[in-house]
């Protein structure tokens, strides 16, 4: 079993930034994905970011590339998502998720576990 905890979501004005921590504890993949997704009152779960825990590699929706960046530390089993030049339709509960597996997806169904979200508002 995997626990996720996110935390650092807040409010925010429009172009400025926050930080998103995950840190996962328990059974920990040394070689699986994370990925960071938002959901938007009325709207799907989408995909925001992902990192391969090991490899280091990452990948972005085209929303959010060029002004989120995606990280971790493995010594600490947390992985950021540092958000910068944020806008109006940035505003979400965010959530980290963790598979087993070592590949990043942006379906949210390939992950297996799930924290409990942080609310970001960003304001105009």
């Known amino acids: 079993q995997v626990q996720l905890v996110e935390s650092g979501g807040g409010l925010v004005q429009a172009g400025g930034s926050l930080r998103l921590s995950c840190a996962a504890s328990g059974r920990t993949f040394s070689s699986g994905a994370i990925g960071w997704f938002r959901q938007a009152p009325g709207k799907e779960r989408e995909f925001v970011a992902g990192i391969t825990w090991n490899g280091g590699s990452t990948y972005y929706a085209d929303s959010v590339k060029g002004r989120f960046t995606i990280s971790r530390d493995n010594a600490k089993n947390t992985v950021y998502l540092q958000m910068a030049s944020l806008k109006s339709d940035d505003t979400a509960v965010y959530y980290c998720?963790?598979?087993?597996?070592?590949?990043?997806?942006?379906?949210?169904?390939?992950?297996?576990?799930w924290g409990q979200g942080t609310q970001v508002t960003v304001s105009s």
């Open positions: 998720a963790a598979r087993g597996g070592t590949s990043v997806y942006s379906i949210a169904r390939q992950y297996n576990y």
